[in-house]
C-alpha cells in the first residue's frame, strides 16, 4: 500500500459565498511565514502523529483555501520538509490548488521548477455575473488567462473546476461553460454541483428571498448535460464528479476513496493511517500555537468505520465495489450482509451488480447519498 | 335525628356562560357564612383549574347551606351546581332531579340565551319551580323590563316577581335566598320506606377511593349500613358518611330530602353510574328512581401520542383519568401513520377537549388527535347491522347497504341581522329546518335537524364568525337517520393511509379529495421514485397528485478526510428516515399527518 501527504494552506484573498471550509482571509506574507514556519515544524517533527511511515509517498497535494498565495520559497520550504520526513516516490504526483488571479507566470515556472507536477485550479463558472454572485474574486478572463500561464509554463496535467446548479443558472448557461470547458481541453475536469451549507453568505441570500432557490430537476438535468458532453469530449467519468483523460485521473484523491493512508498536516488536515481517522485544530491561531509550543494539533481521533467507507467511497468511483475485495478486507459476502438493500436498489434502479462488482447508474449517482445510506 | 324535611330547600341554578352563576353562588356563601370574607376565594365551586380558566363547570358539587330566613325559622339550602354545557345534558337532568327548584339567571342586558334555554326546559320536565332572576343590574346597559317580557315570551314563564340582582355588588341575594324559602317547594319522601337515593354524581379522591354523592328521595341513611346500586347491583359497606359546607363535614345519619356524601371503598367511578339508584341491601326499595340512563359517548377520536415511546404512559394516564370520568371510553387503536393510540369517545366535543387538555397538562404527555367524527350505524348487503365509530373500519363500499348517522335537533337564538350568515351556513351543513320564530321584535329562535357529524366539524366556529359572537346554540341527540355517505380513503402510492379516511356526505366529499391531495402534495418529501396521492370513495378516484421523484442527493465532494463528517451526515439522514412513518414504501414524516388532520378538521 501507498501513502499520501495532504498540505492544507488555509488562506484566501476573500471569502467564496458557497464555501464552509477552514479558510482564512489573507493579511500578508507575515501571517502566511509563521504558519508555514509551523507546518515545516509539525512535518517534521519525529514524534508527531507518524512517527515511521513505512511506505513511499506517491502522491503530495497541496489544498485550501488557497496555496496558490504562497510563494514558491514558502512552497518549497514545505516540500523539502516532506521529503525530508518521508520517502518520496519517484514519479511523486505533486499537486497545488490554484485561485485564478493569484498566479503569475514567473510563479508558475518556479512552482513547476519546485516539483508541481499537477494543477487543480478553481474556475466554478466563466459567467461574469455567476463569479460575482460566489464572490470569487476573479473574473472569466483571469480564469482563460491562468490556463494558458498553467501551459506556457509546461504544465501538462491541468484539471479546473466548474459547478453547476447556481442560483438563476439555465441550463444553456451551464452547456456554454461545459463547451468552453472540453474546449480548453484539461486533463481533467471535476464538476460539481451546487451544495448549499448553513451559514454562507449564500444560503442566506437563498433564505431571503434574494437569489431564486436552484431547482433539483434542473441541477439533475445539468448532471445528463455534463455526462453526455465529457463523453464525448473523451473525458471519462471515474468518479461522481470527476474526469479525466485516461491515465489523469487523480492519483491522490483516488487514495480517499480507496482507503489508502493520506497524512494530512496544517490547520483542519485531515489523516487517515489505514485504520483510524484524526484531524487537527480547525482554528488556524489555535493550530499555530499549539504547533509552536511543541504541542500536538491533533483534537480528534476515531476508529474508522472501515466497512462502510470502503462501501460508499468505492460507490464513488465509476468503477464501484469489488465484491471479491470486500471480502478479503472484512471475511464476509457484502451480498449477504446487505443482500435486500442491494436489491431493492438495483430494482428501484439506482445500481447495477453483477457477479464481480457493484456500481451507480447516472441516477444512483445523483441520489448517491440515498444509495449509500443502505450501507451505514 | 334527621332534619325535618320541612325546613330543606334543595335547588339548583341555571344560567348561560358568563351570565354570573359562579359569582353569584359566592354571594350565596358569603351571605349564609358558609365562607368567610377571608377565605373567600373567587368561583369558589369551580375547583379544577381548567374549570376556573374556561368559566365552566364541569362537575356538580352540592353545598350545604345554614339560612335563618326572615320568618325566624333556620333551613338547611343544599346548592347544587350543574355542569353548564351541552356535552353534560345527562348529568345536568339528574342533578336538576335531585332538586325541587332553580334559579334562573339571566344577564340583564343579554337576555335568554340558547344554553339557558336547553337547562331551563330539561328543569320544567324535571318539574322544578323556577325562580327567574335578573343578574348585573348594576351595569348601565341593563334593561330589565325588556328582558322580563323576553323570559316571557321565550320560556313562558311569568316573571313579574323576579329579583333584580347583582352578584357583583351583592344587591338582591338576600331576596333570592326569601325566594328560595317561600317559594321552592320542601322536599317530600317517606321517611318510613326502605332506603332510596339519587347518585347525581362522583368522584375519585386518591386517600378515600370514590366519594358519591347523592339525595336521599325515602328513608335514612347511616354509616356501617351496608347499601345496594340498583343498576349495577354492586353492594358496598358505607363507611362514611357527610356534608359540605363547603367543607366536608361528617354527619351521623342522611334522612329524606338531604343532601351529602358517603364512601365506600369503591375503587373506581366507573363503579358508580349517575342516575343509578343507591337502596339498602337488607331492605331494597321496589322502584328505583326513574330517568336513568347508560352514558353514551357521542364524539370520537383517535388520541396517539405524538412520541410512540410514550404509548405506555399514555395508557397509564387514560386509566387514571378514568378512574375520574366514567363518560370517557377508550381502547387500544393502531394505524400505520401514527402509530400506536387509543380510539376514544367522549361525551361531546367540548368533553374531548378537556381529556385531552387534562392527559397533557396533569400527566406531562403530548398528543395527536385525529379529527373527530361520530358513530354510524352501518347495515351491509347480508343485512347485518353494525356500529361503526372509526372511518378506517367502515366495511368497504360495496358491502355498504345503507348508513345511517346521528342527528342532533339544534336550538339557535340570535338577532336577526345574522340570519344572512347562519341560514346558509345552516344549509350548507344539511340542516333541515324544524322551526323559524321571532321571539321579540328582534330576536329569532331557530330549531334545526343537523347530522352531528357537521357539527363536530368546525360549525361553532363558523356559526361564531357569521354571527360575530351574537348567537348562542344548544342541541340534543334526536336519534339516527339514513344519509348518502361516504367514505373517503387517501391513498399513498397505492396504499390507503387509515388516520386518513374521513366519513362524509356525498356532496362534500370532491372538495375535501381535492384539498387533501393538495396538502399531502405539499408534505410529503420527493422519493426516490414518483408517489400518486389520490383520494377515492371505494373503487373510484375522485382526486389525484403526483410527488415527482427526487431529483437529487448528493455529495458534491468527498475528498481531504472529512469523510467521517460526511459519514456522520449521511448517518443523520438516514435516522431521520428512520422516525419517519411508512405507508408501504413511501416515508412520510408525521408533521404531514398532522397538517392533514388539520384539513380534515376544517
Given at each position: 500500500m501507498t501513502s499520501g501527504v495532504y498540505i492544507h494552506v488555509p488562506f484566501c484573498k476573500s471569502r467564496c459565498s458557497y464555501c464552509d471550509f477552514a479558510t482564512d482571509v489573507y493579511r500578508g506574507r507575515g501571517a502566511v511565514d509563521r504558519y508555514v514556519n509551523a507546518l515545516v515544524k509539525e512535518i517534521s517533527d519525529p514524534n508527531s502523529e507518524f512517527p515511521n511511515p513505512t511506505s513511499q509517498i506517491e502522491t503530495l497535494y497541496f489544498?485550501?483555501?488557497?496555496?496558490?498565495?504562497?510563494?514558491?520559497?514558502?512552497?518549497?520550504?514545505?516540500?523539502?520538509?516532506?521529503?525530508?520526513?518521508?520517502?518520496?516516490?519517484?514519479?511523486?504526483?505533486?499537486?497545488?490548488?490554484?485561485?485564478?488571479?493569484?498566479?503569475?507566470?514567473?510563479?508558475?515556472?518556479?512552482?513547476?521548477?519546485?516539483?508541481?507536477?499537477?494543477?487543480?485550479?478553481?474556475?466554478?463558472?466563466?459567467?461574469?455575473?455567476?463569479?460575482?454572485?460566489?464572490a470569487r474574486g476573479h473574473d472569466a478572463t483571469d480564469a482563460r488567462l491562468t490556463y494558458i500561464h498553467l501551459r506556457e509554463a509546461g504544465f501538462e496535467n491541468v484539471s479546473f473546476d466548474l459547478i453547476a446548479g447556481l442560483p438563476g443558472q439555465s441550463i444553456d448557461d451551464w452547456q456554454t461553460n461545459l463547451e468552453e470547458a472540453v474546449a480548453l481541453a484539461p486533463e481533467h475536469l471535476s464538476l460539481y454541483l451546487l451544495e448549499i451549507h448553513e451559514g454562507t453568505p449564500l444560503a442566506e441570500q437563498l433564505r431571503s428571498q434574494r437569489r431564486p432557490v436552484p431547482d433539483e430537476d434542473v441541477a439533475a438535468e445539468m448532471y445528463e448535460l455534463m455526462l453526455e458532453m465529457t463523453a464525448s469530449a473523451g473525458l471519462d467519468q471515474y468518479e461522481i464528479s470527476n474526469f479525466a483523460r485516461s491515465g489523469f485521473e487523480s492519483r491522490h484523491n483516488s487514495k480517499y476513496w480507496t482507503l489508502d493512508p493520506v497524512f494530512g498536516f496544517g490547520v483542519s488536515a485531515h489523516s487517515f493511517d489505514g485504520r483510524e481517522r484524526y484531524s487537527n485544530e480547525r482554528d488556524t491561531n489555535l493550530y499555530v500555537n499549539a504547533i509552536e509550543s511543541g504541542a500536538s494539533a491533533v483534537v480528534a481521533r476515531e476508529p474508522a468505520e472501515l466497512r462502510s467507507e470502503f462501501v460508499f467511497l468505492g460507490l464513488r468511483m465509476m468503477r464501484g465495489v469489488d465484491f471479491a475485495e470486500y471480502e478479503r478486507r472484512f471475511g464476509e459476502d457484502l451480498r449477504v450482509r446487505n443482500g435486500e438493500g442491494i436489491d431493492r436498489l438495483s430494482s428501484l434502479g439506482l445500481i447495477v451488480a453483477d457477479e464481480r462488482r457493484m456500481k451507480l447508474t447516472r441516477r444512483g449517482a445523483l441520489l448517491s447519498n440515498e444509495v449509500f445510506a443502505e450501507f451505514l | 335525628m334527621v332534619m325535618n324535611p320541612e325546613n330543606i330547600r334543595n335547588f339548583s341554578i341555571i344560567a348561560h356562560i358568563d351570565h354570573g352563576k359562579s359569582t353569584l353562588a359566592d354571594r350565596i356563601l358569603q351571605l349564609t357564612g358558609a365562607v368567610s370574607e377571608r377565605?373567600?376565594?373567587?368561583?369558589?365551586?369551580?375547583?379544577?383549574?381548567?374549570?376556573?380558566?374556561?368559566?365552566?363547570?364541569?362537575?356538580?358539587?352540592?353545598?350545604?347551606?345554614?339560612?335563618?330566613?326572615?320568618?325566624?325559622?333556620?333551613?338547611?339550602?343544599?346548592l347544587i351546581d350543574t355542569p353548564g354545557h351541552v356535552d353534560f345534558s345527562y348529568e345536568v337532568s339528574r342533578s336538576l332531579s335531585a332538586c325541587e327548584g332553580a334559579l334562573l339567571i339571566v344577564d340583564a342586558s343579554q337576555g335568554v340565551e340558547a344554553q339557558t334555554l336547553a337547562n331551563t326546559y330539561l328543569a320544567i320536565d324535571n318539574d322544578l319551580e323556577l325562580l327567574p332572576v335578573l343578574n348585573k343590574i348594576d351595569l348601565p346597559s341593563a334593561e330589565p323590563d325588556r328582558i322580563k317580557e323576553q323570559i316571557e315570551n321565550i320560556i313562558g314563564l311569568d316573571a313579574s316577581d323576579a329579583v333584580l340582582a347583582s352578584a357583583k355588588t351583592g344587591v338582591g341575594v338576600e331576596d333570592i335566598l326569601e325566594q328560595i324559602v317561600r317559594k321552592i317547594p320542601a322536599p317530600k319522601g317517606d321517611p318510613n320506606a326502605p332506603f332510596k337515593a339519587l347518585i347525581f354524581d362522583s368522584w375519585y379522591d386518591s386517600y378515600r377511593g370514590v366519594i358519591v354523592l347523592f339525595r336521599v328521595i325515602d328513608g335514612s341513611l347511616k354509616k356501617g349500613t351496608k347499601i345496594k346500586f340498583l343498576n349495577t347491583g354492586r353492594e358496598y359497606l358505607v363507611e362514611t358518611i357527610g356534608v359540605n359546607r363547603p367543607r366536608p363535614t361528617p354527619i351521623n345519619e342522611l334522612g329524606v330530602g338531604e343532601v351529602g356524601f358517603m364512601t365506600a371503598s369503591i375503587k373506581t367511578v366507573a363503579d358508580v353510574q349517575i342516575g343509578d339508584t343507591i337502596t339498602e341491601a337488607a331492605n331494597p326499595t321496589k322502584e328505583p328512581f326513574p330517568g336513568f340512563q347508560e352514558v353514551k359517548p357521542m364524539v370520537f377520536a383517535g388520541l396517539y401520542p405524538t412520541d410512540s415511546a410514550q404509548y405506555e404512559d399514555l395508557r397509564d394516564a387514560m386509566d387514571k383519568l378514568r378512574l375520574n370520568d366514567a363518560s370517557f371510553f377508550y381502547e387500544p387503536e393502531s394505524s400505520t401513520a401514527l402509530g400506536f393510540g387509543f380510539r376514544c369517545g367522549f361525551l361531546g366535543l367540548l368533553h374531548m377537549e378537556i381529556v385531552q387538555e387534562r392527559l397533557e397538562r396533569e400527566f406531562n404527555l403530548e398528543l395527536i388527535t385525529t379529527a373527530p367524527g361520530v358513530r354510524y350505524r352501518v347495515t351491509t348487503t347480508s343485512g347485518e347491522v353494525m356500529e361503526v365509530d372509526s372511518p378506517a373500519r367502515m366495511p368497504e363500499t360495496g358491502r355498504i347497504s345503507k348508513i345511517e348517522e346521528p342527528y342532533i335537533e339544534a336550538t339557535i337564538l340570535t338577532n336577526d341581522a345574522y340570519l344572512g350568515g347562519i341560514l346558509p351556513l345552516l344549509d350548507e351543513k344539511r340542516g333541515v329546518q324544524k322551526k323559524f320564530e321571532f321571539v321579540t321584535s328582534n330576536r329569532v329562535m331557530l330549531v334545526y335537524q343537523l347530522p352531528l357529524n357537521e357539527i363536530v366539524l368546525d360549525f361553532y366556529d363558523r356559526l361564531k364568525s357569521v354571527s360575530r359572537g351574537y348567537a348562542s346554540l344548544d342541541y340534543h341527540f334526536s336519534g339516527y337517520q339514513e344519509?348518502?355517505?361516504?367514505?373517503?380513503?387517501?391513498?399513498?402510492?397505492?396504499?390507503?393511509?387509515?388516520?386518513?379516511?374521513?366519513?362524509?356526505?356525498?356532496?362534500?366529499?370532491?372538495?375535501?379529495?381535492?384539498?387533501?391531495?393538495?396538502?399531502?402534495?405539499?408534505?410529503?418529501?420527493?422519493?426516490?421514485?414518483?408517489?400518486p396521492i389520490q383520494a377515492a370513495i371505494g373503487s373510484k378516484i375522485i382526486a389525484r397528485e403526483t410527488v415527482k421523484a427526487m431529483g437529487k442527493n448528493v455529495i458534491a465532494k468527498c475528498y481531504g478526510g472529512d469523510i467521517s463528517r460526511k459519514r456522520k451526515l449521511l448517518e443523520k439522514q438516514k435516522e431521520g428516515k428512520k422516525r419517519m412513518k411508512k405507508v408501504g414504501r413511501v416515508e412520510i414524516p408525521q408533521e404531514a399527518f398532522l397538517a392533514v388532520l388539520k384539513v380534515n378538521e376544517g
Open positions: 489544498g485550501g483555501g488557497t496555496p496558490s498565495l504562497l510563494s514558491p520559497r514558502q512552497l518549497e520550504s514545505i516540500v523539502s520538509a516532506v521529503s525530508d520526513r518521508f520517502a518520496l516516490a519517484d514519479d511523486l504526483e505533486l499537486t497545488l490548488e490554484m485561485n485564478p488571479a493569484t498566479v503569475t507566470p514567473e510563479k508558475l515556472r518556479a512552482y513547476r521548477s519546485i516539483g508541481v507536477n499537477r494543477a487543480s485550479f478553481g474556475v466554478q463558472t466563466f459567467n461574469n455575473r455567476d463569479l460575482k454572485l460566489l | 377565605d373567600m376565594e373567587d368561583q369558589l365551586l369551580d375547583d379544577m383549574d381548567l374549570e376556573r380558566e374556561r368559566g365552566i363547570t364541569i362537575k356538580a358539587h352540592a353545598v350545604r347551606l345554614d339560612y335563618k330566613a326572615r320568618d325566624g325559622r333556620p333551613y338547611v339550602l343544599n344519509s348518502d355517505l361516504v367514505k373517503l380513503d387517501v391513498l399513498v402510492s397505492g396504499e390507503p393511509v387509515d388516520a386518513l379516511s374521513l366519513v362524509l356526505h356525498r356532496k362534500t366529499a370532491e372538495a375535501k379529495g381535492k384539498l387533501v391531495t393538495a396538502k399531502m402534495k405539499e408534505l410529503i418529501p420527493r422519493q426516490l421514485f414518483e408517489v
